[in-house]
Nanobody, 120 residues
Framework: QAQLRESGGGSVPAGGSLTLSCAAPQDIFSKYCMAWFRQAPGKERELVAS???????TYAESVKGRFIISRDRVEKTLRLQMNSLKPEDTAIYTC??????????????WGQGTQVTVSS
């Protein structure tokens, strides 16, 4: 099972910013569409943002205009810049590879997750 490694989580007040990073092996990063998911306690996992191999992003309505997903081809890293954070953004954020057309996660390519906590 390929390992993706997230970093960058933490605790911030509402209105603050955080940037998450997800390092991936070259063969994974260059081949697959990737995405960020989040899961809050008691809630279902939610697709936050996805990005095609070529760089075209898609966002959930709840984060559109506040979050930016990007691919750093030099460092082979997926990033999620999160601005204007709200308490409802509090969750464990995980990166994964996904099927490009649907955003459905592919088997075997998940990170361990990183906690984001936004206080009111």
């Amino acid at each position: 099972q390929a390992q993706l490694r997230e970093s960058g989580g933490g605790s911030v007040p509402a209105g603050g910013s955080l940037t998450l990073s997800c390092a991936a092996p070259q063969d994974i990063f260059s081949k697959y569409c990737m995405a960020w998911f989040r899961q809050a306690p008691g809630k279902e996992r939610e697709l936050v943002a996805s990005i095609l191999v070529g760089g075209t992003p898609t966002y959930a309505e709840s984060v559109k205009g506040r979050f930016i997903i990007s691919r750093d081809r030099v460092e082979k890293t997926l990033r999620l810049q999160m601005n204007s954070l709200k308490p409802e953004d509090t969750a464990i954020y995980t990166c994964a590879t996904v099927y490009c057309s649907s955003g459905v996660p592919r088997d075997g390519h998940w990170g361990q997750g990183t906690q984001v906590t936004v206080s009111s």
